[in-house]
């Protein structure tokens, strides 16, 4: 099981910024993460996935409501990947949870979390005036 870390959560204004941090450890020796995505969860709401990235080729997945606003990235040395988010909305207020697999590589087309087997505790963000 995978050690899984978010960071950088927080209250923020409309129209602000934040980046979000996700560290992964806990490899076994010569295995390294696929692919490290981030889904969130607002009240009442169902968890859904905003966005992916593979370790190997950087396939990235974005949902439509964040497309343009957020970019994700990685470190493959830190083992860590990052969500900057820009132009935040009230709507983005959720737990942001960062989850890692070393067997599934996320496409552009979608994300499922039943796809990811180790998950962090979340991060709650927080957009209100």
């Known amino acids: 099981q995978l050690q899984v870390v978010e960071s950088g959560g927080g209250l923020v204004q409309p129209g602000g910024s934040l980046r979000l941090s996700c560290a992964v450890s806990g490899f076994t020796s010569g295995l390294d993460y696929s692919s490290i995505g981030w889904f969130r969860q607002a009240p009442g709401k169902e968890r859904e996935g905003v966005s992916c990235?593979?370790?190997?080729?950087?396939?990235?997945y974005y949902a439509d409501a964040v497309k343009g606003r957020f970019t994700i990235s990685r470190d493959n040395a830190k083992k860590t990947v990052f969500l900057q988010m820009n132009n935040l909305k009230p709507d983005d207020t959720a737990v942001y949870y960062c989850?890692?697999?070393?067997?599934?590589?996320?496409?552009?087309?979608?994300?499922?979390?039943?796809?990811?087997?180790?998950w962090g505790q979340g991060t709650q963000v927080t957009v209100s005036s």
């Open positions: 990235i593979t370790r190997i080729d950087s396939t990235t």
């Open positions: 989850a890692a697999d070393i067997d599934y590589y996320c496409s552009e087309y979608g994300l499922d979390s039943g796809d990811f087997g180790s």
